[in-house]
Each structure stands twice: as structure tokens, then as C-alpha cells.
């Protein structure tokens, strides 16, 4: 069982940045994906970014797209969001995931794409969340 352990959540001002973490229990390799999801209070879950196991395919939210950076670094089994431009809209805690089964993918021969937005049923592993509040 993959554990997930998210970091780099905080306080900052409209416009500011923050870099979030999350580190695999073992080798992220093993996953198909990993992604990001935010839930912000009174709202449901959603889906903020996602990139494939070999990095060669990334899937963002329309709101966070140019703004926010997805990536991966399997020899160190961590997955980070890079978060620029930050808005007060921004403001919910911030869930790693991840994608065991292949399910957020669609196969092409040896490799793999996004081809729709990913839901959270597609991962079965998540991290217990960190806090990012954007001021105005």
C-alpha cells in the first residue's frame, strides 16, 4: 500500500507562490500517475493537475493552467506542484494521489495519455492534505 505525505501548504498573499511536495512511501515508478486534487470548504473535491508515470504526459484544470507546474522526480518518489500567481480562489487543501491501476489513462501502444480530465475515483491512494490559504 502506497503512502502519500503532502508538504509546502502555508499562508500567502494574492499574487505570491508556494511549492508543494508529496512523498511516496515507495517507488512513484510503480504508480501510472500521480495528481493533485484540492477541496475547498462546503465544495466538492476537484481536480488541479496530473502527469504520467514517465513524465511524458501532463493534464491541468482549465483555472490553474499557466499558473501552476506539475512534475515528478522518481529517483527521489516525489511528485511537486509549483503554484505562481496564487489567487484567494486558490485557497483549499491540497491532496496528492495516485493512479495505481492506470485508470485516469488511455493506452497508445507502449505509452499512455490523458485524454479527459481525471476524477478522483480514478486514484486509490491519497495523502491526508495540506492547507494553502491565499489572501487578497
Known amino acids: 500500500q502506497v503512502q502519500l505525505v503532502e508538504s509546502g501548504g502555508g499562508l500567502v498573499q494574492a499574487g505570491g507562490s508556494l511549492r508543494l511536495s508529496c512523498a511516496a512511501s515507495?517507488?512513484?515508478?510503480?504508480?501510472?500517475?500521480l495528481g493533485w486534487f484540492r477541496q475547498a470548504p462546503g465544495k466538492e473535491r476537484e481536480f488541479v493537475a496530473t502527469i504520467s508515470r514517465d513524465g511524458g504526459s501532463l493534464y491541468y484544470a482549465d483555472s490553474v493552467k499557466g499558473r501552476f507546474t506539475i512534475s515528478r522526480d522518481n529517483a527521489n518518489n516525489t511528485v511537486y506542484l509549483q503554484m505562481n500567481s496564487l489567487k484567494p480562489e486558490d485557497t483549499a487543501v491540497y491532496y496528492c494521489?495516485?493512479?495505481?491501476?492506470?485508470?485516469?489513462?488511455?493506452?497508445?501502444?507502449?505509452?499512455?495519455?490523458?485524454?479527459?480530465?481525471?476524477?478522483?475515483?480514478?486514484?486509490?491512494?491519497w495523502g491526508l492534505g495540506t492547507q494553502v490559504t491565499v489572501s487578497s
Open positions: 494521489a495516485s493512479d495505481s491501476l492506470g485508470l485516469s489513462l488511455t493506452q497508445f501502444g507502449f505509452h499512455y495519455y490523458f485524454t479527459a480530465p481525471p476524477v478522483p475515483e480514478h486514484y486509490d491512494y
Open positions: 515507495e517507488h512513484t515508478g510503480s504508480s501510472y500517475a
